[in-house]
């Protein structure tokens, strides 16, 4: 490598000129950081995350946290996962941004700028979980192709914005509605405008919640660019990819919407279930809705040495997709004995429920805690890995860590 | 002789006359930027890699194991996508064709012809798939001290 310094102006303005080439999203670019053209990019600097969050890939970026980043108990955007399917949008004017609503069960199609929608329709505020239907992907063997994400693609920020029911209602709902597909302004990674990265869904039930909500903020502030700017639809619960970012038009479909990375073998799953690495059709896979019970212990970090004699409070988050909660258990033998820890009740519908425990070891010696959550189902996350699937979805597997008594 | 100086003469005056108006500009504006921007700038070290270098068997750039068929894979593979994607997967040659045919026929792969065998055989032998059980012990754990109660 060899190294050169640059002089460059905290304002970017000169640089532009420089470059010879508009900047793009100048607001949203630190002080003192140099854009694109003249060096590698940070992601850690650019998009405002912490140097311990996990670079996945960089073309598209995806990024993830490790699990003791996750210990907020609402996600600040520094340890929130970034999945982008193609390339940040390359222009976003917050002041000319409308919102379309069309498609063939609309009964009026309208627009809808961003003032519109903070104007006339009321605004509510929910802490949403947003899971990536991929996240736990690395464990699956034989191997699935995608991002190897470990933990980390799960977060649960405040989000505000107006209910999307409310904007359908205002455009008029058609009686064969079946689903709503949205449309987003970020760019297929073949730079071919013809083609979308991703352009998913779900169906009018799940568009129609109370908690499905059309964001334009974030833990208070303006979405960050990378979660959305300026405007992001949010279904928590459901796998993250149907929270679409950077949103322009959502169509409300008189069928399963066909848009990109629905159809295939994308966040599908086999209908019914197949031996690791069976070859399954496209017509056999089934899209995933609610995402399944899951637990993450936050504190204390994996690998903490504790005196005998001392005790560990562990405490982390456990969520269940649509459902609530029932219990959560941890376990420092292997699952041979299962003791139950505190779990407080959601904020709201579909946030990730906050669990605490005091924890003892009988005697010196390696230990793994190991957390498992129940749903109100009674569904358990298992100890194994679950059903191996052609892309890697749904591993909701116990979370561990390891501890040393001496 | 004197004749010949002065023809000179005459035709590069206008020509000097420009040259002279361009560095007295560029003097005059940049003494200019450095009143207004001046205070403000900083001094940033920036890294630049050789896009060729390669360093203990590695393409530094793209982080790619160096062997035959590099060229080929960084040529086809990563105009589009991070070099990252294809280092983190692992998997087998059927699983690499699937994968090649599902991007020419969504994502706009170009037929790679001869290549094909080349990247394939280049992915296979230098990032093979590695065995894994349903929950393999945990790894790489980084031990701390902890005050407990």
């Known amino acids: 490598m060899k190294r050169r310094s640059f002089v460059a102006k905290s304002g970017l303005g000169t640089l532009a000129t420089l470059l010879g080439v508009e900047i793009v999203y100048k607001e949203l670019i630190p002080k003192g950081y140099i854009p694109v053209a003249l060096q590698e990019i940070d992601p850690f600097a650019l998009f405002k995350k912490d140097e311990a969050m996990v670079v996945l890939n960089d073309k598209p970026w995806n990024m993830e946290a490790q699990a003791y980043l996750l210990n907020d108990r609402v996600t600040p955007n520094k340890y929130m996962f970034i999945r982008n399917n193609g390339l940040l949008p390359e222009k976003i004017e917050e002041s000319s941004w409308k919102l379309k609503i069309d498609g063939e069960s609309v009964v009026e199609p309208k627009s809808y700028s961003l003032s519109d929608l903070k104007t006339k329709f009321k605004h509510y505020s929910y802490q949403l979980t947003l899971e990536c239907g991929g996240n736990g992907r690395s464990e699956f063997n034989p191997p699935a192709k995608g991002n190897q994400w470990t933990i980390g693609a799960v977060s649960c920020a405040e989000w505000t914005g107006v209910r999307l029911k409310d904007v359908l209602a205002d455009a008029g709902i058609k009686d064969d509605a079946v689903y709503i597909g949205y449309h987003a302004a970020d760019m297929h990674l073949s730079r071919n405008p013809t083609k979308e990265p991703i352009s998913r869904g779900v169906p009018m039930s799940k568009a129609l919640q109370e908690e499905t909500l059309l964001a334009f903020s974030m833990n208070g502030e303006a979405i960050p660019l990378a979660h959305g700017f300026p405007l992001r639809l949010v279904c928590g619960g459901w796998p993250a990819s149907t929270s679409g970012k950077w949103l322009h038009t959502i169509s409300i479909r008189n069928k399963v919407h066909d848009g990109e990375k629905m159809q295939g073998s994308s966040y599908r799953v086999p209908c019914e279930t197949v031996a690791p690495g069976e070859i399954v059709a496209d017509e056999d896979m089934c899209i995933i809705e609610s995402m399944p019970v899951k637990s993450l212990i936050t504190y204390p970090k994996s690998g903490a040495i504790i005196n005998e004699g001392k005790t560990v409070r562990i405490n982390g988050h456990a969520w269940a997709g649509e459902l609530n909660l029932s219990k959560l258990e941890y376990s420092t033998d292997y699952g041979t004995s299962w003791k139950t820890a505190t779990l407080e009740k959601a904020i709201n519908r579909l946030a990730w429920q906050h669990f605490n425990a005091t924890v003892s070891f009988p005697k010196k010696g390696y230990y793994e805690i190991w957390a498992r959550a129940t749903d109100s189902k009674g569904n358990k996350q298992p100890m194994v890995l679950p059903g191996w699937n052609p892309k890697g979805y749904l591993n909701n597997a116990c979370h561990r860590i390891a501890i040393k008594v001496v | ?149």
């Open chain 2, 1 to 149: 002789m004197q004749e010949k100086e002065n023809n000179d003469g005459i035709v590069f005056k206008p020509i000097f006359k420009v040259v002279l108006l361009i560095f007295t500009s560029f003097i005059i504006f940049g003494a200019l930027a450095i009143i207004f921007y001046g205070p403000r700038q900083t001094q940033v070290d920036i890294t630049e890699i050789d896009p060729e270098l390669l360093e203990n068997g590695v393409h530094v750039r793209t982080g790619l194991i160096e062997a035959d068929g590099l060229q080929t894979v960084i040529t086809n593979c990563t105009t589009c996508h991070s070099s990252k994607l294809i280092i983190q997967n692992r998997m087998g040659e059927e699983q690499w064709n699937a994968t090649i045919r599902w991007m020419q026929k969504t994502q706009g792969l170009w037929p790679l012809g001869e290549n094909q065998k080349v990247i394939v055989d280049y992915l296979t032998k230098n990032y093979p798939v590695l065995e894994k059980g349903r929950r393999p012990p945990l790894t790489d754990i980084d031990w701390y001290p902890l005050e407990g109660k």
